[in-house]
């Protein structure tokens, strides 16, 4: 049977007649990993620990004392922490840590019996647009071996892509889940900041960091967004406010609601196929009855410099805590305790998270405090207003997910600034907070996926969901397999 072509939901009602067992689907999809190393979408694999853990689904299963998630595979961004199992940040200073605890999203999915694959490659520190980061080599695009996945969650897009996985975490500090979503044809949803859990999820820039999911339909995300999200106590930034039933909500009638266009996401700098592609996509929902409008988001161009002062800035702050005192890697061969201290830190970070490390620290001295870090967070608030000020003509805005499809490997990595342009449509979004989704909507002269990009108000998850819900009813590009991974 093939496995690897069904639904989430479809692989839980095998699960749950007993069709198929857990174990029997975990060792189907941990030899679909093995023999497709190509991708380089995992960084490690925990095959004795997914078997033990699906043999405690196939318990819970034949108890009665299961859920549609009981027993299906998942696969985990390496920056969320998992018990007894590396935890690197796909970066050189931790490549030897071990975590101790499961982060909260990790410890929920458990509890609900899905079954841990591994953890997945991605840009050092979630630190880059492509996947070509990580201290363990680059990620591939399944739909085109030269083309990068994006980035920073690239291992886990190109693992569901390639349906090495049936779902996958990431997570979305400027655009990190919905880019990669778009380069590699599938659905991700980035919650509102506050909705998800960031506790045991390394920090990179805590007040934009957010947990989401990787799967190939809406329905899929909503099963497991919806075991994921929720207050807690162990994460100050958790809002505590009611999980609605996201899959119930998938249905939801969209008819007599309004689309905003923002004139800024279709000006100069959009690919013209990606362009034709969803213009088609709105006359689509035009059919569900939805209505469209034009809005404005004056603050747009302003999203990409501002979020490159306050990101690093907190990342400078968060990276501090690794210098090879308490865990990770450690220099050989020092001096003294500051000699360690360099040492370590040179040897172990990348030359991009050096970058933003050095630019964050830049901008929050003495000296540049006000002229930089204090003027990006007036354009924060702004930028959040422009969304206040849209979101009273219309209920969702719509737009494509990036400027380009794919782009190719190492064509990018000597250009920081391009690289930083391809988050030009996500950016915004983290800063104001809001949920997001990319779902597939065609594809390039190419033959490259193409991503739609929805953005909704706060804590609108379920509208999100149910409006990629059911463009996917009536539309086939999220069923659609990278040509060499469909057997």
Same mark, same amino acid.
């Given at each position: ?5 069904? /639904? ?46 699906? *043999?405690?689904?196939? *318990? ?7 859920? =549609? ?9 390496? =920056? ?49 647009? /492509? ?21 920073? &969650?690239?291992? /886990? ?80 930034? /958790? ?23 923002? *004139? ?54 968060? =990276? ?90 190492? &064509? ?33 002269? *190419?033959?490259?996926?193409?991503? =739609? ?35």
């Amino acid at each position: 049977m093939d496995l690897h072509t069904l /639904s989430l939901s479809g692989l839980g009602k095998l699960l749950q007649t007993k069709q198929v067992s857990s174990v029997e689907m975990t060792d189907y999809f941990l030899t679909r990993i093995g023999n497709n190393t190509d991708l380089n979408a995992f960084i490690t694999l925990a095959p004795e620990l997914a078997l033990e853990q699906a *043999k405690s689904a196939d *318990k819970r299963i034949n108890s009665g004392n299961s859920s =549609l998630l009981t027993g299906v595979p998942v696969a985990y961004k390496d =920056l969320f922490c998992t018990e007894g199992v590396q935890t690197s940040c796909g970066s050189k200073i931790l490549s030897n840590f071990i975590s101790p605890y499961n982060a909260t999203i990790v410890e929920r999915l458990q509890n609900a019996g899905m079954v841990m694959l591994g953890k997945t490659n991605m840009d050092e520190f979630a630190m880059g647009s /492509s996947n070509e980061n990580s201290y363990f080599g680059a990620v591939k695009n399944p739909w085109n071996l030269n083309r990068v996945p994006g980035g920073s &969650s690239g291992g /886990s897009a190109a693992a569901v892509a390639a349906r090495l996985s049936p779902v996958a975490t990431g997570s979305d500090t400027g655009g990190s889940i919905r880019q990669p979503a778009a380069f590699c044809g599938i659905t991700g949803i980035k919650p509102s900041y506050g909705r998800v859990s960031r506790y045991g999820m390394v920090a990179f820039a805590s007040s934009l960091d957010q947990a989401g999911v990787f799967a190939t339909a809406a329905e899929d995300a909503a099963v497991v967004l919806q075991n994921m999200a929720g207050f807690d106590p162990k994460d100050s930034t /958790s809002i505590d406010k009611p999980v609605p039933d996201f899959q119930l909500e998938l249905q939801q009638t969209l008819s007599g609601k309004t689309i905003g266009l923002p *004139k800024e996401y279709f000006s100069e700098g959009l690919d013209a196929d990606i362009a034709r592609a969803i213009d088609s996509a709105v006359e689509l929902f035009k059919s569900f009855g939805l209505n469209i409008v034009e809005i404005s988001l004056p603050k747009s161009e302003l999203g990409i410099p501002c979020y490159y002062v306050i990101a690093p800035a907190e990342a400078s702050s968060n =990276l501090s805590r690794f210098d090879g005192v308490r865990y990770g890697y450690r220099s050989e061969h020092t001096d003294d305790l500051v000699d360690m201290y360099r040492r370590t830190r040179s040897e172990g970070f990348g030359d991009e998270v050096k970058r933003r490390i050095m630019i964050g620290t830049y901008v929050l001295s003495a000296g540049y405090y006000d002229a930089y870090y204090r003027k990006a967070q007036r354009i924060r608030r702004m930028i959040a207003e422009d969304f206040d000020n849209a979101f009273k003509q219309c209920d969702f805005i719509l737009g494509p997910t990036t400027p380009t499809t794919a782009f190719e490997l190492n &064509s990018k990595v000597d250009d920081p600034v391009a690289m930083y342009l391809n988050d030009i449509y996500t950016i915004t979004a983290n800063l104001a907070g809001l949920p997001g989704i990319s779902i597939p909507c065609g594809s390039d002269k *190419k033959g490259l996926p193409i991503g =739609l990009q929805l953005i909704g108000k706060y804590f609108d998850e379920s509208g999100l969901l149910a409006m990629a819900h059911q463009f996917q009813q009536h539309t086939d590009f999220h069923k659609q397999i990278p040509t060499g991974y469909q057997a």
